[in-house]
């Protein structure tokens, strides 16, 4: 890809500059401000995330990467009320965030549906916390799981599904209580390449059709690029924002994109950002010798 005479990944065409002014104009649904959060370990403190300032518009699809390390997970949680912050502010829809609350919908990377529940009754048990009747859930419910393309499975128990079919019951239920912000953590990260391109553009499909913002962590620089209005990229050691790229692919998105040079460009940023050169050189570098058996050579011997 470096050879490759490429468009900048900053040039935008009129149609993507028009999204992203229209997109700006909305108003902030997420803030984040100066966020920190320090672990205590056996070996002192360890600073996770230190000095994140972001803010995320209302209908705005966000992804979250960096390299291993960088507090992505960390991130998430805190943004969900799973984790406090040791320094800083979340404000969601201007109300500082420091519980987990209905306001927040969250897919995690691993199945977390109730296995002893139909499809249709894990849609409904947090209708249901809500105050609603049996009747009332249970229609709600019906129209969520039809949204998901799973009407047929309603009355399924999970084992009977596949991972792709169970993650798009993980997101009707979460949809379902009418979250201000969907907050997703690797949720494809699991699946094969098949069953995630799928359930990439059904995600697509579904945040078109419903007034949702979505802040999704990946490690995944295509899916990165694939989903998102803007990518957060996050270092490492702490975590902290690097930089927050505006993604220069039209859309409606679609696979056939991934090889046009406004993709191929924002790909190639990210390489650089989260695959700097002084890995590959260190790399190199490594004493390897002791793992070739005597008498034998390298190619880099030959």
Same mark, same amino acid.
């Given at each position: 890809?470096?050879?490759?005479?490429?468009?900048?990944?900053?040039?935008?065409?009129?149609?993507?500059?028009?999204?992203?002014?229209?997109?700006?104009?909305?108003? =902030?649904?997420?803030? $984040?401000?100066?966020?920190?959060?320090?672990?205590?370990?056996?070996?002192?403190?360890?600073?996770? #995330?230190?000095?994140?300032?972001?803010?995320?518009?209302?209908?705005?699809? $966000?992804?979250?990467?960096?390299?291993?390390?960088?507090?992505?997970?960390?991130?998430?949680?805190?943004?969900?009320?799973?984790?406090?912050?040791?320094?800083?502010? =979340? #404000?969601?829809?201007?109300?500082?965030?420091?519980?987990?609350?209905?306001?927040?919908?969250?897919?995690?990377?691993?199945?977390?549906?109730?296995?002893?529940?139909?499809?249709?009754?894990?849609?409904?048990?947090?209708?249901?916390?809500?105050?609603?009747?049996?009747?009332?859930?249970?229609?709600?419910?019906?129209?969520?799981?039809?949204?998901?393309?799973?009407?047929?499975?309603?009355?399924?128990?999970?084992?009977?599904?596949?991972?792709?079919?169970?993650?798009?019951?993980?997101?009707?239920?979460?949809?379902?209580?009418?979250?201000?912000?969907?907050?997703?953590?690797?949720?494809?990260?699991?699946?094969?390449?098949?069953?995630?391109?799928?359930?990439?553009?059904?995600?697509?499909?579904?945040?078109?059709?419903?007034?949702?913002?979505? #802040?999704?962590?990946?490690?995944?620089?295509?899916?990165?690029?694939?989903?998102?209005?803007?990518?957060?990229?996050?270092?490492?050691?702490?975590?902290?924002?690097?930089? =927050?790229?505006? $993604?220069?692919?039209?859309?409606?998105?679609?696979?056939?994109?991934? #090889?046009?040079?406004?993709?191929?460009?924002?790909?190639?940023?990210?390489?650089?950002?989260?695959?700097?050169?002084?890995?590959?050189?260190?790399? $190199?570098?490594?004493?390897?010798?002791?793992? =070739?058996?005597?008498?034998?050579?390298?190619?880099?011997?030959?």
């Amino acid at each position: 890809m470096a050879n490759l005479k490429l468009p900048s990944y900053l040039a935008q065409s009129e149609t993507v500059k028009a999204r992203f002014d229209d997109l700006k104009r909305r108003d =902030v649904i997420l803030e $984040v401000s100066e966020l920190g959060k320090t672990f205590e370990s056996v070996n002192g403190p360890v600073t996770a #995330l230190k000095g994140v300032n972001f803010r995320v518009h209302r209908r705005e699809f $966000v992804t979250v990467i960096g390299p291993s390390g960088c507090g992505k997970s960390t991130l998430i949680r805190i943004l969900a009320g799973l984790e406090s912050a040791s320094t800083g502010e =979340v #404000l969601l829809a201007g109300h500082p965030v420091d519980t987990p609350g209905p306001d927040r919908g969250m897919v995690f990377q691993g199945y977390t549906l109730f296995p002893w529940l139909t499809v249709k009754k894990n849609v409904t048990f947090g209708l249901r916390n809500q105050g609603l009747g049996d009747a009332e859930a249970s229609r709600e419910a019906l129209e969520w799981i039809q949204l998901v393309g799973l009407e047929k499975f309603a009355d399924v128990y999970p084992d009977e599904l596949s991972g792709g079919m169970k993650q798009r019951v993980a997101i009707a239920r979460a949809l379902a209580a009418k979250p201000r912000i969907l907050l997703m953590d690797e949720p494809f990260g699991a699946l094969d390449a098949q069953t995630r391109s799928k359930m990439q553009s059904y995600l697509l499909e579904i945040w078109r059709h419903i007034d949702i913002t979505v #802040l999704f962590i990946t490690h995944d620089l295509d899916e990165a690029i694939y989903l998102a209005d803007r990518i957060l990229v996050l270092d490492a050691n702490p975590g902290r924002v690097n930089e =927050v790229i505006e $993604v220069p692919v039209p859309r409606p998105r679609s696979p056939a994109q991934f #090889l046009q040079p406004e993709f191929l460009s924002a790909r190639q940023r990210l390489d650089e950002l989260i695959h700097p050169p002084s890995t590959t050189e260190e790399a $190199v570098g490594l004493d390897l010798s002791r793992f =070739v058996r005597s008498g034998e050579k390298t190619d880099a011997q030959d």
